[in-house]
């Protein structure tokens, strides 16, 4: 089976499908630490979709789908940003609405594309064997931006995720990392259409994250935890699919479902805070 | 002893959509002084700190350090004002240890690309010693306990060097014996470092012992300013709150009985 998955990886298609596989686990896991820490799942989803109904009305209207999809997304990341400052209103409520008529823009596109809806059905759950080179380096410059923009204001984003408001008031330049961020959001998430689809890279914006959280405190371990997880869900996936014949995009979140399910069953944090809660109730009963 | 106005707020109003949050404060304050700002809920207490720490847009004119300011304002500016906000909820999973939080406070101060050297270690080493939390520096900071992480934040506040330190209730919701552990620290480093100092509180009988001077606020309006003892008299303080208060006096302080 070895011998076989190494013929396999002779064939450009599948060379190409394999580094887009390492590239899109880097890029969304690195995202999803602050998807996680940030408590900004909204966010992502919202931001996802933008991608997805913009890349559908590139198709429409005969532009670069990747583009379209950037373009929305900023537009989004225009109103979204703005709208977590304001502290008089619930940024919920706006949240679901821009899902919402995100989602409807996207399938009245698709309604109205007249020639075959291939392509749109990929936007949604990718197609990992049909990647072009410029895909390739479009993915490639993204994740290398991410990953620069988390070695370079480490301390600054540690700040930022502990508390936005402390930070901005102590002279962290807060908006200007949570507009890198939200910038970057849209970068990754639409340049990921191509790979993991609109619908499917939501289960890599959480889920690394989310298995980090059950096993590390410390931050620098989080951000490696969760892009080898990511990474690894995505690898394992293709994997699975080529063996079983199943297709790439669902084999990869269920992979990383299943990842997640283990650091859960297994977390040490969860099990020394129950611990801890079991002594704590001890000591308040002895006093 | 300095006696120069660090800040100085003239008709400072905040509307938001749920209505007027200040209405016209006007308000010096002196280096080194101890500044209780006191007021029922919904007063403008908060919105107040906000205001001076650049997080509320505001109309009015504000100088800090002799300087107008706007809510948008320098690194520099920030930097020279630490906020103590409330006890904050925080996830126990959340990845910063005591340590790295304390730390946060020196990150505005030392700008882009460049990391806490030997000094700012020593300095948040120093702080946490102060506040009793050395051997807790290495805990994650959501499995402290809620006075453990007050005590964090003033460690925090006070790495950053700031010229004002704005407390926004530090002392609510913990124990008693908690609470009056971090107003001794409170007044410890009010001996200590040359601080200006605006403390909001609701709760009369939990003031350290600095605060002389107290500024009464109610729906958003400055109604009192002066000697904290003048500033606690039943007559003054029902009005206020609107419930009837009566205040006693033991070792030269005043203090309220809720009845």
Redesign the interface.
Known sequence: MAEHLLEALTYPPIQRAAIACVLCGASCSLLSVFVV?MKMPLIGVSMSHAAFAGAVLGLLFDFNPFLSGFILCLLVAGVLGPLSDRT??SPENMLGIMFSFLMGLAFLGMGILTRTKAGALNLMWGSLLSLSGSDIWILTIITSLLVLFVF??F??I??VM??R?????????ERMIYYALLFLTGAVVSSNLATVGGLLIFALLVQPGAT???L????E??FLISAASGIGACVSGLVVSYIFDLPSGASVVLMATTIFAVAYTFSP??RS?IL?GRNKFYENDAR | MYHESIIELNGISVR???GLLLGGISLNVSRNEFVGIIGPNGAGKTTLLNVI???ERFEGTLGLFGRRESWRRS??T??R???V?QL?QID??????AS??VM??A????G??R??GRQEKEDAMRLMDMMRLTHLAER?LG?LSGGERQKVSLA?AIL?QPDILLMDEPTANLDIAVQKEVLNLIDEIHKQEALTFLFVTHDFNMLPSAMRRAVLLDHGKKVFDGDINTALSGDRLSRLFRYPLETFERNGRRFVSYG
């Open positions: 820490l008089d209103m370079l204001f301390k600054e540690r700040s502990f508390n408001r402390l930070a901005a008031a102590s002279g962290v330049p980090a959280l059950q590390t405190y410390n931050l371990h989080f944090k969860r805070a801890k | 938001k959509a749920k720490a650049g997080l690194r520099d920030r930097v004002i630490g906020y906000p904050f126990p999973a959340f990845p910063i240890l790295e939080a946060t406070g990150i505005g101060r030392l882009l690309f990391s806490p994650p499995l925090r950053q």
